[in-house]
């Protein structure tokens, strides 16, 4: 049973279009995350919500915008996407915002190409 | 927000010896955790040590903590070329919207 499940895995779009990524966990978690990750492997977080509030929202370009339908899914759909957005979108979750009690738990990522 | 920065960026070593790296931070924390990614995959939990809390064991893994020094390091004694991955430590701030930052990770390469 994957914890953690985003969709999809790879992600290939030409410049311009808009596109989704979808997360779920099944961890009964209260917050989930989305996090960037650079050709460098720097991880950066992009927004969080605690029970479908948001609480965290970095300095994203507002073409990112994630939408938490409830609190077991957290979606990044991403407007006009540019050749800076290829990266690698990973979803998080963790029981707590601080991820006190188990730490956080990681999607497998989504690898995005823009073309 | 503050990041936590892993040092060395690279380690190589052989198969049996330790592996030692370390990270720092800006800014008081709740918690520091470590996290291991293997290339192509999700970031996998390893450990959580607290803020009051100086040293934890897990198998293998070792990780100290030192918070006068703002900094924290991840032992692995007897690596296995299985170790072969990315180390990150994360940090969760102590008060204020308890921003979860990641580090560039100490990437770890275990020769058999």
């Known amino acids: 049973d994957t914890a953690v499940s985003q969709t999809p895995k790879y992600l290939v779009t030409q410049m311009g279009n808009d596109k989704s990524i979808k997360c779920e966990q099944n961890l009964g978690h209260d917050t989930m995350y989305w996090y960037k990750q650079d050709s460098k492997k720097f991880l950066k977080i992009m927004f969080s919500y605690n029970n479908k509030e948001l609480i965290i929202n970095e300095t994203v370009p507002n073409r990112f915008s994630p939408k938490s339908p409830d609190k077991a899914h957290l979606n990044l759909h991403i407007n006009s996407l540019e050749l800076g957005d290829s990266a690698v979108y990973f979803c998080?979750?963790?029981?707590?915002?601080?991820?006190?009690?188990?730490?956080?738990?990681f999607g497998s990522g989504t690898r995005l190409t823009v073309v | 927000s503050q990041q936590g920065e892993e040092d060395p960026q690279a380690l190589s070593i052989q198969e049996g010896e330790n592996a030692t790296m370390n990270c720092s931070y800006k800014t008081s924390i709740n918690n520091l955790q470590w996290y291991r990614q293997n290339s192509g995959r999700g970031l996998v939990h390893l450990i959580l040590?607290?803020?009051?809390?100086r040293e934890k064991h897990s198998g293998r893994l070792r990780v100290t903590l030192d918070t006068s020094k703002k900094s924290s390091s991840l032992l692995i004694t007897a690596s296995r070329a299985a170790d072969t991955a990315s180390y990150f430590c994360?940090?969760?701030?102590?008060?204020?919207?308890?921003?979860?930052?990641f580090g560039r990770g100490t990437s770890l390469i275990v020769h058999p």
């Open positions: 994360a940090t969760a701030s102590s008060g204020g919207s308890y921003i979860p930052t």
């Open positions: 040590i607290r803020s009051n809390e």
């Open positions: 998080a979750s963790s029981q707590h915002r601080t991820g006190q009690a188990y730490g956080y738990t």
